[in-house]
């Protein structure tokens, strides 16, 4: 049964390597639905954050296949259940309409959005959120009129991420 | 303190980048590389001029010659093979050969010339980008562009390509780095932080195969080429022998285990023996040593195996549960353990169990053995050209087969006393792999006899590298089995494809007189009443020859597991 993953893994900064790793996707004809990458708590070491929809079996191979390769330190995977994950997105609405009555003030606000710029023609509003949240609003703006909407890929911290921690310091 | 400052400015060499190429290469203890000149790398070419005493270089025909070779080589010795190409066609026609290495496990370093650094991602004269095209079949690849990276990057190479499960690795080196110079200091990489390539064993996991093992009324081990990477021949015919557990052979784990050893059942897979086929569905633990479960050895998944409890030892975890889903997998150097296994094992035998293999094998015997042995037709047939070879060799040859009929008719009917003695190209199936990889396995191992069994077809799709066994004078003995024929792919036209022989048939040249250009003896045969002596006088010969065969130009490959089959459905006919 296709579920979502969050697969984490931790590299060696080297160039190419994420070529590398969208490969093991490519050669098994899977999707990735978002991807981010940045410098993980140790110096040095790499995060790779990709979300993949397909069944555990699957995920369990590419796992094992990507933390193959030689600059993988550690890769794992996760249901959503065990993470906390957040994404960000941010929305360019015009404020023609926008500023007839203050009601997407309101609605940024009741959707822990806040606006990070004001200008003439248009605001800019950031969301963190999950995907469904930052979809909802996203619905809510668009009778405004949304210029530009953008959202990041995935982070996501492991629950019970102790163990990895000392992993990936002592590796 | 000034003896120290007088000895590290004596060890201290300054020399251009290319030579340091050498160099590594040198301190690696490579004395044979295969390779082909180009421009972006030709300061390494220049490097090779001054030490020819020390870095023999062959050049091949072709890249994808250089690259087999080096397969060929690395197969023969058990050591890492050098291939060497310049940038653009040069390395992309390594890519076959690399693909090859990756699928097989073979331990390669490839070395590319780049165009300058200034140059990279402007499209100039043969730039490719090698490092994206050769990712998915490298084990790890790396562009050098500051010749003072280039040592570390070699010894990491050469570190990568021969530990844990090996493969092919690849540099590539901007001309510029080739250029300039660096003060060179080797060091061998003796680890990389981010890399295990041997899992630490679980003795628990070798507990539960041991109990599962002692228990078992009809083992049966599946060895692949794990045991040859491992060098644990000896380890896996002691485990074998002490558990009495009749043992088969995927295509790359062949002369792993002598074919006389009466726990030898003989082969696995599509056109493996009837036996091991068929019994793999009624043994109640499958041990599987150093092999992956490839398709062409399970058949239909969903019908293989259902009713054992598997065992699987591998150096790769990713290769536990990739295709069978294993109840005990067992990670680590097979060579410690299997014989921690041997330690936990009962001192045991199953003669009723090994009584079945043999029933299977007469069968086999009186259906497909004999009647392709002593065949009624006037036409000779592969199998009993094969025969001939195994009298006058009487197993001590390395047999380096090509892809097809050939190729499984050879590999089931060679005899086999020594291990690393079968090079062919099994995962990747590259047609035109065996006359370059021939080569190199007669120049690493000059003391050993080589055959080299090829289709008409494959023959002519690296043909030119007779030009490079001319040249070196290499013995190698080449008998191309000639049925005129694409024949595997005829054979499925035939059986699957009501006989449309849709581009199959081949007009073949006058194989003799090609080699007779390149100063190769020659000589065809197509009567029974010439086959020994002409084998004999080829394998005689004092140096390389081609015996040309001339077989059934419809004969097909028996037994079959048709693709898609269950291996209990394996054919006789
Ligand atoms: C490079 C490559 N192209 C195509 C194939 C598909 N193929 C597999 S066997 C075969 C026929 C081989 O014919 P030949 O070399 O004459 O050997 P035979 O089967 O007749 O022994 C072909 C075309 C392949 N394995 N490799």
Not at chain 2, 44 to 56: C, P, S
Not at chain 2, 271 to 278: A, E, I, S, V
Not at chain 2, 293 to 317: E, M, S
Request: net charge negative; with cysteine; proline share 4%.
């Amino acid at each position: 049964m296709d579920q979502v993953f969050t697969i984490s893994i931790f590299t060696e900064n080297s160039i190419g390597l994420l070529n590398r790793i969208t490969t093991i996707f490519t050669k098994r004809h899977l999707s990735i639905e978002s991807l981010n990458t940045s410098e993980s708590e140790v110096h040095g070491v790499y995060r790779f954050t990709i979300v993949v929809k397909t069944d555990e079996e699957l995920v369990q191979k590419i796992v094992k296949q990507i933390e193959k390769q030689v600059e993988v330190i550690q890769a794992v995977y996760h249901i959503d259940e065990e993470t906390v994950f957040q994404e960000i997105a941010l929305y360019k609405v015009s404020t023609e309409k926008a500023s007839e009555n203050n009601l997407v003030e309101r609605l940024i606000r009741d959707n822990n959005a806040r606006i990070l710029s004001m200008e003439q023609d248009f605001m800019i509003v950031e969301k963190t959120g999950h995907k469904e949240e930052t979809e909802e609003l996203l619905d809510f703006l668009r009778p405004y009129g949304i210029l530009e909407f953008v959202r990041s890929g995935r982070v996501s911290v492991i629950k019970p991420s102790n163990e990895l921690h000392e992993r990936i310091i002592n590796f | 303190m000034v003896a120290v400052l007088e000895k590290s400015t004596e060890t201290k060499l300054r020399i251009s980048g290319a030579e340091a190429v050498v160099r590594s290469l040198l301190a690696e203890e490579v004395d044979m590389i295969f390779g082909y000149p180009g421009g972006a790398v030709m300061p390494v070419y220049d490097a090779l001029y001054g030490f020819q005493d020390q870095l023999k270089h062959v050049l091949t025909r072709h890249e994808q010659g250089a690259i087999h070779a080096a397969q060929g080589y690395a197969r023969a010795t058990g050591k890492v093979g050098v291939a060497l190409a310049t940038s653009g066609p040069g390395a992309t026609n390594l890519i076959t050969g690399i693909a090859d290495a990756m699928i097989d496990s073979t331990p390669l370093v490839c070395i590319t010339g780049q165009v300058g650094s200034h140059l990279l991602g402007s499209d100039a004269f043969q730039e490719t980008d090698i490092i994206s095209i050769s990712m998915p079949v490298t084990k790890w690849n790396i562009q050098v562009t500051k010749p003072e990276e280039l040592p570390e990057a070699l010894a990491r190479a050469f570190y990568i390509a021969k530990s844990g499960r090996p493969g092919p690795v690849l540099v590539d080196i901007t001309k510029d780095a080739q250029f300039a110079e660096i003060d060179f200091n080797y060091r061998k990489c003796e680890q990389i932080r981010s890399y295990k390539p041997i899992p630490k064993l679980n003795l628990e996991s070798v507990k539960k195969a041991a109990e599962l093992i002692n228990g078992s009324q009809k083992p049966f081990v599946l060895f692949g080429q794990g045991v040859i990477l491992g060098k644990a021949e000896q380890e896996f015919k002691t485990f074998i022998e002490k558990a009495g557990i009749p043992s088969a052979w995927t295509l790359l784990g062949l002369s792993a285990l002598p074919t006389d050893h009466p726990l030898n059942v003989g082969m696995l897979g599509m056109h493996g023996n009837y036996g091991p086929n068929r019994l793999t569905n009624e043994c109640d633990v499958l041990i599987a040593v150093g092999m992956r479960f490839d398709d062409r050895v399970t058949g239909d998944l969903k019908r293989y195996a259902k009713q054992a409890k598997i065992i699987h030892l591998d150096i790769d975890p990713s290769e536990i549960n990739k295709n069978v889903k294993v109840d005990v997998p067992v990670l680590g150097d097979c060579k410690e353990s299997l014989s921690t296994l041997t330690s936990l094992i009962n001192t045991n035998s199953h003669p009723e169990w090994l009584q079945q293999f043999h029933e299977h094998e007469r069968i086999e015997q009186e259906q497909v053995i004999k009647p392709e042995m002593n065949p009624q037709s006037a036409e000779l047939t592969m199998a009993e050209t094969i025969q001939q070879i195994n009298k006058v060799t009487n197993g001590e040859a390395i047999l380096v087969t090509d892809v097809g009929q050939h190729q499984m008719v050879a590999c089931r009917y060679t005899k086999f006393q020594k291990s690393k003695s079968n090079i062919t190209s099994g995962g990747l199936g590259t047609m035109g792999f065996c006359l370059p990889a021939a080569l190199g396995a007669k120049l690493g191992a000059p003391e050993r006899e080589v055959v080299a069994v090829i289709g008409d077809g494959g023959f002519q799709m690296t043909i030119q590298e007779l030009g490079t066994i001319f040249q070196t004078q290499a013995a190698v003995k080449i008998v191309v089995l000639n049925n005129n024929f694409l024949g595997m792919v005829r054979q499925w036209q035939q059986l699957f494809f009501d006989k449309r022989y849709s581009s199959t048939e081949l007009m073949n040249p006058d194989f003799i007189k090609i080699a007779e250009g390149y100063g190769i003896k020659g000589k065809t045969i197509s009567e029974r009443k010439d086959l020994a002596s002409s084998v004999k006088e080829m394998l005689e010969y004092d140096g390389s020859y081609l015996l040309e065969v001339c077989v059934g130009k419809e004969d097909n490959v028996f037994p079959m597991v048709p693709s898609g089959a269950s291996v209990s459905e394996v054919r006789l006919s």
